[in-house]
């Protein structure tokens, strides 16, 4: 467990150069570019938003046209990127790329063109689709639905709700009012009526149609509804020849796919390189780049610049005022925990790397929740498949997430053999139900199920020794800032005390009874550990608030300190969540195979056992990550480490499909 040195790197070069030698660093992926100086009278930044600007939206329209490619010809989609890695190609392919950039924006664009022309067909035939829908009800209807009528004569075309007769609607509408009416269709729903009366009657007709929720068509047209659908039917076929033709032309844009893919990592190149050019100081004739570099790194590309480029490079150490990233560096099995490690917060200024104690722990406590030996050897199943099949192309991040898992499914086949726990009781239900006889396999150490106490005994036993390492770490810390006296004030008294009223605890029946534990303290143990609560309590009454003068505060300050144990009784409490969870792992397999055995079809149980099991292994895998994480963020990390450092983001080749090497 290591955070590498740090050092300041500044680079003087010509501006003819400042192209490759940016490409270079790129490709090198190992300085972090930071504004590390103020620009000047002679020396400034230049603005490049609007460059920068472009190569996203290109980046954008790339990544919609892969979208619809994909959509239209999957055969061609790239998967499995994080297993099988990216696509390695040498530099001078990179390089004659930009022959092939304008054509393949082109193609892109054509893409997008093409893909808003189905779009806005099918948009055009829900329009129309929804327009026949209307009209469909007045297809036998030879008169225009916009016709109001002649200059002697009002006319009235629209429709009623519910369905109606003739002789209701005349019922309704000819008393002492001669009108003409005409039912066109009918339906529960509806009925679509033409009413003719004269101008003079027109008002009190309307009146009474109005009444009865008469409303007019929602589309009006100066044609008959019969000549009207005939004409959307032929504007239906052109639409949908707009949409056969565009697809088949997306579809020839198949063998594009690939240039399309690297057209995004190209322009994704481009972007972060001008993002890193807004950052540079230059002049007329020369720029200044600054950073940060790993210090095993840094005489490396020294060597190599100055060999490469007519350029002056200047390596610093860093001071304490400057804002250095941190990079980790630890081996294959604690490196996966730099990824829970971060999402907490790397390591501030002084602070040591925990990864690898983190890891020993939480490989333990995940193992622990879980406790289920089938569970635990799915998960080393699949990850170890996984890191085999791929180990040469798979991507570092998902690299990591599977050895991650690996791990802590050892740890859950562990805990699951010594629990006795075997996707719950499955070899007792099927042996009983299949085979007329019970076969069991003993835990190696105990059933939790039938000794919760005991377990909760081990969960606080664990607890505190996680507690411990956390102090030790805080120890280690401090000798690395070469504060001797804080290792005893502040790490040594509290493992007296803790230690001490531990002791003294278990010397009480009423805890040994909870804890269902039979224990015998000899008096002499019980007398040294009583003197040694005493005295390291007061050394941390009168220690904590060595840092004021004043000696009151500092009483003061060392009485809330040693209220602190309690803090440390609720930290040792929540380990108590190891029991509930291993419980409920172990509880909820044995009612999936009570279930299952309930039934006679051999088909059913496998499927019962199968869906059940998997469900329980995604809810209970989830909440052993979930707690995991959190006894190492509040209790562990609540001990010594308090993080707010910055991870090192070198400017490097970050796409998504393609790994740019010197081949």
Same mark, same amino acid.
């Given at each position: 467990?290591?955070?590498?040195?740090?050092?300041?790197?500044?680079?003087?070069?010509?501006?003819?150069?400042?192209?490759?030698?940016?490409?270079?660093?790129?490709?090198?992926?190992?300085?972090?570019?930071?504004?590390?100086?103020?620009? =000047?009278?002679?020396?400034?930044?230049?603005?490049?938003?609007?460059?920068?600007?472009?190569?996203?939206?290109?980046?954008?329209?790339?990544?919609?046209?892969?979208?619809?490619?994909?959509?239209?010809?999957?055969?061609?989609?790239?998967?499995?990127?994080?297993?099988?890695?990216?696509?390695?190609?040498?530099?001078?392919?990179?390089?004659?790329?930009?022959?092939?950039?304008?054509?393949?924006?082109?193609?892109?664009?054509?893409?997008?063109?093409?893909?808003?022309?189905?779009?806005?067909? %099918?948009?055009?035939?829900?329009?129309?689709?929804?327009?026949? &829908?209307?009209?469909?009800?007045?297809?036998?209807?030879?008169?225009?639905?916009?016709?109001? @009528?002649?200059?002697?004569?009002?006319?009235?075309? /629209?429709?009623?709700?519910?369905?109606?007769?003739?002789?209701?609607?005349?019922?309704?509408?000819?008393?002492?009012?001669?009108?003409?009416?005409?039912?066109?269709?009918?339906?529960?729903?509806?009925?679509?009526?033409?009413?003719?009366?004269?101008?003079?009657?027109?008002?009190?007709?309307? &009146?009474?149609?109005?009444?009865?929720?008469?409303?007019?068509?929602?589309?009006?047209? &100066?044609?008959?509804?019969?000549?009207?659908?005939?004409?959307?039917?032929?504007?239906?076929?052109?639409?949908?020849?707009?949409?056969?033709?565009?697809?088949?032309?997306?579809?020839?844009?198949?063998?594009?796919?690939?240039?399309?893919?690297?057209?995004? &990592?190209?322009?994704?190149?481009?972007?972060?390189?001008?993002?890193?050019?807004?950052?540079?100081?230059?002049?007329?004739?020369?720029?200044?780049?600054?950073?940060?570099?790993?210090?095993?790194?840094?005489?490396?590309?020294?060597?190599?610049?100055?060999?490469?480029?007519?350029?002056?490079?200047?390596?610093?150490?860093?001071?304490?005022?400057?804002?250095?990233?941190?990079?980790?560096?630890?081996?294959?099995?604690?490196?996966?925990?730099?990824?829970?490690?971060?999402?907490?917060?790397?390591?501030?200024?002084?602070?040591?790397?925990?990864?690898?104690?983190?890891?020993?722990?939480?490989?333990?406590?995940?193992?622990?929740?879980?406790?289920?030996?089938?569970?635990?050897?799915?998960?080393?199943?699949?990850?170890?498949?996984?890191?085999?099949?791929?180990?040469?192309?798979?991507?570092?991040?998902?690299?990591?997430?599977?050895?991650?898992?690996?791990?802590? /499914?050892?740890?859950?086949?562990?805990?699951?053999?010594?629990? @006795?726990?075997?996707?719950?009781?499955?070899?007792?239900?099927?042996?009983?139900?299949?085979?007329?006889?019970?076969?069991?396999?003993?835990?190696?150490?105990?059933?939790?199920?039938?000794?919760?106490?005991?377990?909760?005994?081990?969960?606080?036993?664990?607890?505190?020794?996680?507690?411990?390492?956390?102090?030790?770490?805080?120890?280690?810390?401090?000798?690395?800032?070469?504060?001797?006296?804080?290792?005893?004030? =502040?790490?040594?008294?509290?493992?007296?005390?803790?230690?001490?009223?531990?002791?003294?605890?278990?010397?009480?029946?009423?805890?040994?009874?909870?804890?269902?534990?039979?224990?015998?303290?000899?008096?002499?143990?019980?007398?040294?550990?009583?003197?040694?609560?005493?005295?390291?309590?007061?050394?941390?009454?009168?220690?904590?608030?060595?840092?004021?003068?004043?000696?009151?505060?500092?009483?003061?300050?060392?009485?809330?300190?040693?209220?602190?144990?309690?803090?440390?009784?609720?930290?040792?409490?929540?380990?108590?969540?190891?029991?509930?969870?291993?419980?409920?792992?172990?509880?909820?397999?044995?009612?999936?195979?009570?279930?299952?055995?309930?039934?006679?079809?051999?088909?059913?149980?496998?499927?019962?056992?199968?869906?059940?099991?998997?469900?329980?292994?995604?809810?209970?895998?989830?909440?052993?990550?979930?707690?995991?994480?959190?006894?190492?963020?509040?209790?562990?990390?609540?001990?010594?480490?308090?993080?707010?450092?910055?991870?090192?983001?070198?400017?490097?080749?970050?796409? %998504?499909?393609?790994?740019?090497?010197?081949?």
């Amino acid at each position: 467990m290591a955070v590498l040195q740090m050092q300041k790197i500044s680079i003087y070069a010509l501006k003819k150069d400042r192209k490759k030698l940016l490409e270079f660093l790129q490709r090198r992926g190992v300085v972090e570019i930071s504004d590390l100086l103020p620009e =000047d009278t002679v020396f400034k930044r230049n603005d490049v938003s609007e460059a920068k600007q472009n190569f996203e939206k290109n980046i954008s329209f790339a990544n919609d046209a892969i979208d619809i490619l994909e959509k239209y010809v999957p055969d061609k989609k790239p998967s499995l990127i994080a297993f099988k890695g990216k696509k390695v190609v040498s530099s001078e392919v990179y390089d004659s790329f930009r022959e092939k950039y304008k054509p393949t924006l082109n193609a892109v664009k054509r893409v997008l063109t093409l893909q808003k022309e189905i779009a806005e067909s %099918k948009a055009e035939i829900v329009k129309y689709q929804t327009q026949i &829908d209307i009209l469909r009800p007045w297809v036998t209807f030879d008169i225009p639905l916009s016709f109001s @009528g002649t200059k002697q004569t009002k006319c009235f075309i /629209g429709s009623l709700p519910n369905a109606w007769t003739l002789e209701a609607l005349y019922e309704s509408l000819a008393e002492g009012t001669p009108v003409e009416i005409d039912i066109v269709s009918s339906s529960k729903e509806q009925t679509c009526i033409f009413v003719l009366c004269s101008n003079e009657n027109a008002d009190k007709v309307y &009146d009474i149609l109005r009444e009865m929720n008469f409303t007019y068509p929602s589309i009006s047209m &100066d044609t008959a509804p019969s000549e009207q659908l005939n004409q959307i039917n032929d504007q239906l076929a052109e639409l949908n020849r707009v949409i056969s033709d565009a697809e088949v032309e997306i579809k020839s844009y198949a063998d594009h796919l690939e240039d399309f893919l690297f057209l995004q &990592d190209y322009d994704t190149m481009r972007s972060e390189k001008y993002d890193v050019i807004s950052r540079l100081l230059q002049s007329g004739h020369v720029f200044i780049l600054t950073g940060y570099i790993p210090e095993k790194d840094a005489k490396k590309l020294e060597t190599d610049i100055n060999a490469k480029f007519d350029a002056c490079v200047e390596i610093m150490e860093v001071s304490e005022k400057d804002d250095a990233p941190v990079l980790l560096k630890n081996n294959g099995f604690a490196s996966p925990m730099e990824g829970v490690l971060a999402s907490f917060s790397p390591p501030g200024k002084g602070e040591v790397d925990p990864t690898m104690v983190m890891a020993v722990f939480y490989y333990v406590l995940f193992g622990l929740m879980l406790s289920d030996a089938g569970y635990g050897f799915l998960m080393v199943a699949v990850c170890g498949f996984g890191l085999m099949k791929y180990r040469r192309t798979m991507e570092e991040g998902m690299k990591k997430t599977l050895r991650m898992y690996l791990f802590c /499914g050892m740890s859950t086949i562990f805990w699951g053999i010594m629990f @006795g726990s075997y996707f719950g009781d499955i070899v007792d239900v099927v042996s009983s139900k299949f085979f007329g006889t019970t076969v069991s396999i003993p835990p190696v150490w105990f059933f939790p199920v039938k000794e919760p106490m005991r377990m909760l005994s081990f969960s606080m036993l664990l607890g505190i020794i996680h507690l411990f390492a956390g102090l030790a770490m805080k120890a280690y810390q401090l000798y690395k800032q070469k504060d001797y006296k804080g290792m005893i004030y =502040d790490v040594f008294f509290w493992y007296v005390l803790l230690t001490s009223l531990v002791v003294l605890l278990l010397s009480l029946e009423m805890v040994t009874g909870i804890l269902g534990i039979s224990l015998t303290i000899p008096a002499a143990v019980l007398s040294i550990a009583k003197y040694a609560a005493l005295l390291s309590a007061a050394g941390i009454i009168l220690t904590n608030g060595r840092e004021s003068r004043n000696p009151f505060k500092r009483i003061l300050k060392g009485l809330y300190a040693l209220y602190g144990v309690s803090g440390y009784l609720g930290d040792v409490l929540s380990y108590s969540r190891l029991l509930a969870l291993g419980l409920a792992t172990g509880v909820i397999c044995t009612v999936i195979n009570q279930m299952a055995s309930m039934v006679n079809s051999v088909i059913i149980f496998i499927i019962i056992v199968i869906i059940g099991h998997l469900l329980n292994f995604a809810i209970n895998a989830l909440g052993a990550y979930v707690h995991a994480c959190r006894l190492q963020y509040v209790e562990f990390f609540g001990k010594f480490y308090e993080g707010g450092g910055r991870l090192f983001h070198p400017f490097n080749e970050n796409t %998504k499909y393609y790994n740019i090497k010197e081949i």
